[in-house]
């Protein structure tokens, strides 16, 4: 009787978390750039924005075809060198959004299960602060592609 409870408990919980997404957060234009095989890490960019009244904190992201997934914030110095490091939690103001694009900050896809094949696409999820996600479905464009248009 109280497994056919939890069972119950689990079934009526599963709507639930499936619909956890916020209407109020919108990603825009999804992109990643093909991979070249799978033994240096993948990228992908989107823009944030978030159209709610409250602000929102971007905590992470998941995506079945890396084995870690990071946001990573580039930065050049003054002597020209190109560093990358976690970018941490985002906060994103009511009304505001935030950009992942060549040269900033980008989606880190490490350790990839699979090649990124241009034209494909695959599911990324994005993860907020208190507990909401947000899925995705990013494009795959050309090995060369420097914006979502290309
Ligand atoms: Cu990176």
Redesign the pocket.
Known sequence: MRRRLIALAIMLLAPAIGMAADPQIAVEEPWARASIGTSR?G?AYFTVRNAGDAPVTLTGIRTEVAGKA?I?E?STSANGVST?APAGDITIAPGEAVALEPGGL?A?LMQLNTPLVEGETFPLTLVFEDGGEVPVEVPILGIAARGPSD
Request: charged share 10%; no cysteine; aromatic share 0%.
């Open positions: 890490p990228a990071e990573h580039s990358m980008h880190m």
